[in-house]
């Protein structure tokens, strides 16, 4: 038999912004010490066995990245370069040229952040923290050189 503890119960929602969460029905409600369970502890059979206190919860998924989401904002498509470089030969002025190298600037250091997120993620971590890394340096890639 399994010890009711939160982390083995149907109920426990994790860990955010420094609180332990279980929901139970519709309702969210902090936990402070998910190593003794609650009284409407029900036993979770996907939990893992092996995960016993907060430390091994921690080390197991991580804590929450702070700002961190996959909502996408509903930015227009990134300019091409035939498009900078059809905008310059069309106004030749000196702050088209300075936009154009500060989009050739902004763009490498995308391209540099990507990869060093991507090396990071492969990192010894835990599974939570490297699957954020790893879609951020998606979305940059994807987002920030199309």
């Known amino acids: 038999m399994t010890t009711p503890r939160c982390f083995n119960c149907v109920h426990f929602a994790g860990r955010g912004e420094g609180t332990w969460y279980c929901i139970q029905g519709n309702s969210s409600h902090a936990v402070a010490t998910p190593e003794r369970g609650c009284a409407f502890w029900t036993h979770n059979p996907r939990a893992d066995e092996g995960i016993q206190t ?18 996408e904002k509903p930015w227009p498509p990134p300019m091409a370069p035939t498009e900078i470089r059809a905008a310059w030969n069309k106004h030749k002025i000196a702050e088209v040229r300075m936009l154009a190298w ?11 952040a990507a990869a060093a997120l991507l090396d990071v993620a492969h990192m010894s971590m835990p599974d939570y923290p490297r699957a954020c890394l790893e879609r951020l340096a998606e979305i940059l890639k994807r987002k920030g050189l199309d």
Request: aromatic share 10%; no cysteine.
């Open 54 to 71: 907060e430390s091994d919860w921690i080390r197991a998924y991580g804590l929450p990245v702070g700002r961190y989401s996959d909502n």
């Open 102 to 112: 500060e989009i050739a600037r902004l763009r490498d250091v995308i391209e540099r």
